[in-house]
């Protein structure tokens, strides 16, 4: 009886290891497993052995079955989709073909760049303070430490509305209004449309600029140099190379321009940093004792620095654009890089 | 400002190499924007030593010369005299250039070979000395390049200097920065001269009219001088700076503006009529001829040095061609002043001059230099033009300069400021290398007077720049102050901003930045009416182009101005979004409204997937579903598309403002055709503009989370003949008055005119979803209240409907 069913499965395996279609299969599975079948069959066979053997046979033969069962199942899975391969085949699309829907626009380069800019001093606690464009002199010079008739407006090419109403040259008298209102500690960044009577390849008439002011009791030019580095570092990349120089502002003293290393050429001197290996990048400076004085803070207990840079410019280096008129052509074929 | 090593060196030893020296004034605040390699204007000439010399068989005048440069023999034809067997001299070897675009070949000269030309000062551009061949001093080596040998070449640094250091404006300026940086001493030119017995004011006076704006004015007589060339070294220096020489009086007074920085300015004695100087203002429309040869037509306040009846310089700015000196000047009037600052640079400005004086004068120059440069201007006609320099020069000076003095700086403020600790020494040594006196008080702070070159140095803070720029940047380390725990709020606009751009660029559209200034004509080509707020410009009064001439009062025209680019470039299917300023002119006097605004617009094919669409032209409906996505993104409610706007630039029929609580925050529209084609358009486009002022006060970001509904819904359609004017929301707005409980939502699922639709009717086609919230409603239930919302709309309406018109 043993033998006979160790039998039964061998050759059952033999004829599953040969059967080849989805009917050979089912043919298989009624042969051995059906209600008539021969596993079926040696099963109710199991009554005529001797009694301490029934329960052993018993469990074998169910064991077989369900080994037989299992073998013929997957053995089947395998097949089916092979049998409706040839049917799906034939509605067979061409995926090569674009996908459908609705392009999705781009972020202008300077809003993405000035967002990036703004979202790093927003992490150092900054929040984000805006002022008009068309602008009284007093805030965009005179509060500003330049007065009318100094050399230092040579710097700026104003274009003016009235005599004493300009359009803003850089973000700076935001600073002013600021601290006009709001008592220290006053932290801010200041990103806008500044303009200045000058076009050419390197100048349009409007840009971007972001101020930055930090003022508070005790604010160092250790200050200014760990957070202008941090900032160039997140920006630019940890390993930014910076140096900082002395420079003139007159709403600062001392003032430094900031310069990264050029991350054209390294350092070794190209077009771009014009040979020098250094490429301009901030301007700023401790805030000047006078400019506190203006807006009624005491420039004994108080101290801070602003700092400022050109959107375009870093835009310009980070995606290696030479012409800086293109921002403002909003051509697709230029939109559409970014 | 260009600055010559050669000149640089009379003042100060410089080891550095240019480059190291470049990048030390850079680190010190003299920006070094580019180093220029500058030589003379010749190659290949170089040191040989004549071996022999023979008369030439063929020439009387000429010789025969064996040359060596050490390595080569050489046979050289020359027709000069004044060589030497022994004598060291230039030789222009074969493919030598040399000045006057000459280069030297092999050749035979009567029959002689001849390798190369034995050169005079002259012939090499270095020297005026062109009777004989230059004999070089002893002690070069053999072969070597002459330029080399000679020390002819000459490095050219320029300097950026910026507006506060009038002081760095002069040769000796950036000596004595160099000096300070490197710890080396400055050597000022010694200033000797012997005076004539003549007396000056015997011969000449100075009245100043207007102290104010003239302080100082010294006066010099020098006679006898000759006109002519200045020496070699000085055209070499000049030159090297970008100053044209011109002859010896000039260029002197030129020289010594460059060294000291004090501009000076010599008169032809001849023409001063009543040989005297008066400093005066002009006479309103008096007219002058500036050295420049330019007719200048003078205002009341602007000052003059004039003599006893005419003006004869625009005081500090340029002299007159009346009193030019000549090559038959013999006798000079030589000015040095000093002039209010202010008012030079308002003269420069009003004239539209900038001069070299003028640049330096409206900057500052030292009031306590004044005499020193004419002395050195004395000194070097003197030497140069044979000039007898009478005694004694007139010094007017009635408003003294006041000098600062005893400046008081605390050493804990430097290290307040900085947040480093400088020692008191070090400061000590960097203000006294900047020529400042230091003086210690009691307590231990110190009492600083700087030069009076220095015009920018006044208080303690300028103190502490100037010791950390020497003390160098790099010295100071870096530290992050403390963050405070509250940082502030969030920025409500700037979240807005990013929303908005996440939308739209999520619909297609990209960003674009206009210039915010535009054509005045804008407004004729946008259709505003006369008295539209449109037409309130705010006007630039020194506009680049007239096509940048006022701020605009609308971004459409932008829009508009970017489709019109991008058609020029064959691009003709846009999908653009812009943010930013609108300026609405106020009174004069006034800064203008500024307001924040949105703006799309769309024009071209709808999908770019020609593949899956074939081409469907973008329209009206198009735009507005962005900014209904926008109002729903921004999660702002209760949005009115009514038609009827009062917008000139939209299509009448095709445009509608756009309401919030009744309150219009903007429009959307097709252009008006009429605009398109004053805009040389041939495309349709679609537009909106909304304000993003209301947008920042109105958009939300609660989120109140209402339950799923468990019970299903019953839908009912119904298609109501209506007039063809009557607008679909006004069919909705008064299925929401039934206020109907039952029903959820009721929307517009077809429009349909044309065909079996009686002429002036449309077919509206409503779906009506009916829901309750606790129970599945029956059959019933949603006929009964389906029956009566169609009914009461019929009546309202007047409509039919469709289906059950019989
Ligand atoms: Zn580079």
């Known amino acids: ?338 | 400002m260009l600055v010559s090593l050669r000149w640089l060196r009379d003042y100060v030893d410089v080891e550095l190499k240019p480059g190291e020296l470049a990048d030390r004034l850079t680190m010190a605040g003299l920006e070094v924007e580019s180093v220029d390699e500058a030589g003379p204007e010749f190659t290949n000439v170089v040191v040989a030593k004549i071996l022999s010399i023979k008369s030439h068989p063929g020439a009387d005048k000429l010789s025969l010369c064996e040359v060596t440069t050490g390595d080569e023999n050489y046979p050289v034809v020359c027709g000069a005299k004044n060589i030497n067997v022994g004598d060291v001299v230039p030789l222009a070897q074969v493919g030598a250039t040399i000045p006057g675009g000459y280069t030297i070949k092999s050749s035979i000269i009567r029959g002689e070979k001849s390798e190369g030309m034995l050169c005079s000062e002259d012939e090499l551009g270095i020297g005026e000395d062109a009777a004989g061949i230059m004999i070089l001093p002893g002690g070069l080596s053999l072969g070597e390049d002459l330029a080399d040998a000679l020390d002819l070449k000459d490095t050219v640094f320029d300097i950026g200097i910026t507006p506060n250091r009038s002081d760095c404006l002069s040769v000796i300026g950036i000596a004595r920065e160099v000096a300070a940086i490197t710890g080396k001493k400055l050597k000022l030119p010694e200033i000797v001269f012997t005076e004539a017995e003549e007396n000056t004011k015997d011969i000449t006076s100075v009245d100043i009219l207007n102290p104010n704006l003239c302080p100082r004015y010294t006066a010099r007589i020098i006679k006898d001088v000759r006109v002519g060339p200045s020496p070699h070294w000085m055209r070499l220096r000049l030159e090297a700076v970008g100053l044209r020489a011109i002859n010896n009086i000039v260029d002197i007074t030129n020289f010594v503006m460059m060294e000291f920085g004090q501009p000076l300015h010599a008169f032809d004695f001849r023409f001063l009529e009543e040989g005297r100087i008066v400093v005066r203002g002009a006479q309103e429309g008096e007219e002058f001829v500036s050295l420049d040869g330019k007719e200048r037509i003078l205002k009341a306040d602007t000052l003059m040095i004039c003599d006893g009846v005419k003006p004869v310089a625009i005081g500090g700015i340029m002299g007159g061609m009346n009193s030019e000196v000549t090559d038959d000047t013999g006798t000079v009037l030589l000015e040095s002043a000093y002039f209010n600052p202010t008012s030079i640079r308002k003269t420069s400005k009003w004239l539209g001059m900038s001069t070299d004086a003028s640049f330096r004068f409206e900057r500052g120059v030292d009031p306590e230099g004044v005499v020193r440069a004419s002395n050195r201007t004395a000194q070097l006609i003197a030497d140069l033009a044979g000039g007898k320099i009478c005694r004694n020069c007139i010094d007017q000076y009635s408003r003294k300069i006041k000098p600062v003095e005893n400046i008081p700086l605390r050493v804990k403020k430097v290290d307040e400021v900085l947040g480093v600790k400088v020692k008191a020494g070090e400061i000590k040594k960097i203000l006294k290398s900047l020529g400042m006196v230091v003086n210690k008080t009691e307590d231990g702070s110190y009492l600083v007077t700087p030069p009076t070159f220095r015009v920018d140095i006044s208080r303690e803070i300028d103190l502490i720049e100037e010791i950390i720029r020497i003390h160098g940047y790099d010295g100071v380390p870096m530290s992050l102050p403390a963050v405070p725990e509250r940082t502030d709020i969030k920025n409500r606009e700037k979240t807005l901003e990013e929303k908005i751009r996440v939308i739209l660029t999520g619909q297609g559209y990209s960003e674009v930045i206009n210039y915010s200034f535009i054509m005045p004509e804008s407004a004729n080509i946008l259709g505003l009416k006369e008295d539209d707020e449109g037409r309130k410009f705010v006007m630039i009064k020194n506009p680049l182009t007239e096509d940048q001439s006022v701020m605009r009062t609308s971004l459409v025209y932008g829009l508009l101005d970017t489709m019109r680019k991008n058609a020029n470039a064959g691009c003709f299917d846009l999908r653009i979004f812009e943010k930013g300023k609108i300026f609405i002119a106020q009174k004069e006097g006034e800064l203008p409204l500024e307001k924040e605004k949105i703006a799309g617009l769309i024009t071209g094919i709808r999908y770019d997937d020609l593949w899956h669409w074939k081409e469907l032209l973008s329209d009206f409906y198009d735009l507005k579903g962005c900014v209904e996505n926008l109002f729903d993104g921004l999660m702002v409610r209760d949005v009115k598309f009514k038609s009827g706007t009062d917008v000139p630039l939209l299509h009448p029929g095709k445009s509608c403002g756009i309401f919030v609580d009744d309150k219009k925050i903007g429009f959307i529209g097709e252009v008006h055709p009429g605009v398109l084609e004053k805009m040389d358009l041939k495309r349709n486009a679609v537009v909106f503009e909304l304000d993003f002022d209301f947008l920042a006060m109105h958009y939300t970001e609660e989120i109140f989370y209402r339950e799923i509904p468990r019970f299903p819904i019953s839908s009912r359609d119904v298609a109501f003949l209506v007039g063809k004017d009557m607008e679909g929301e006004r069919i909705l707005d008064l299925v929401v008055g039934e206020s109907e409980e039952l029903l959820e939502k009721a929307a517009i699922f077809d429009v349909y005119y044309g065909k079996g639709i009686p002429e002036g009717m449309k077919s509206t086609a409503l779906r009506f979803t009916y829901r309750s919230s606790d129970r599945t409603l029956t059959d019933d239930e949603v006929d009964e209240a389906h029956n009566r919302i169609v009914e009461r709309i019929a009546g309202l309406t007047g409509a039919r409907i469709r289906g059950k018109e019989d």
């Open chain 1, 1 to 338: 009886m043993r033998e006979d069913l160790a039998e039964l499965q061998r050759k059952a395996e033999a004829e599953l290891n040969s059967a080849g279609s989805e009917e050979e299969l089912l043919a298989i599975r009624t042969k051995y497993l059906g209600r008539k079948g021969l596993l079926t069959l040696l099963f109710r066979k199991i009554g005529n052995a001797a009694p301490d053997e029934r329960p052993l046979l018993g469990r074998l033969s169910n064991e077989i079955k369900e080994a037989l069962s299992v073998k013929i199942e997957n053995a089947l899975e395998k097949l089916a989709p092979q049998g409706k391969y040839g049917a799906l085949l034939q509605e067979k699309i061409d995926v090569t073909l674009p996908g459908r829907g609705v392009r999705h626009g781009r972020i202008h380069p300077i809003s993405q760049v000035s967002q990036e800019i703004c979202e790093v001093f927003l992490r150092l606690g900054f929040s984000v303070a805006k002022g008009p464009e068309v602008e009284l002199d007093y805030y965009n010079f005179e509060a500003l430490n330049i007065p009318k008739d100094h050399p230092a407006r040579d710097m700026q090419d104003t274009f003016y509305v009235e005599d004493n109403i300009v359009l803003r040259t850089h973000t700076s008298p935001v600073q002013i209004r600021i601290m006009e209102k709001q008592r220290p500690p006053v932290r801010i960044v200041s990103p806008g449309k500044v303009y200045r009577h000058d076009s050419d390849v390197s100048h349009t008439p409007m840009f971007h600029q972001i101020e930055g002011l930090w003022v508070d009791k005790g604010i160092t030019f250790s200050d200014l140099k760990g957070v202008l580095t941090y900032f160039l570092q997140q920006v630019f990349g940890e390993d930014t190379v910076l140096r900082f120089r002395p420079s003139f502002f007159p709403f600062t003293e001392p003032s430094a321009e900031i310069d990264i290393q050029c991350i054209i050429c390294g350092g070794t001197g190209c077009r771009v940093c014009g040979q020098s290996g250094w490429l301009e990048i901030l301007g700023a400076g401790m805030v000047d004792p006078e400019v506190f004085k203006t807006v009624g803070y005491d420039p004994e207990e108080i101290s801070g620095f602003a700092f400022g840079l050109g959107v375009e410019r870093i835009a310009m280096l980070k995606y290696s654009i030479s012409d800086i008129r293109l921002f403002y052509e909003n051509d697709r074929r230029f939109l559409e890089q970014f």
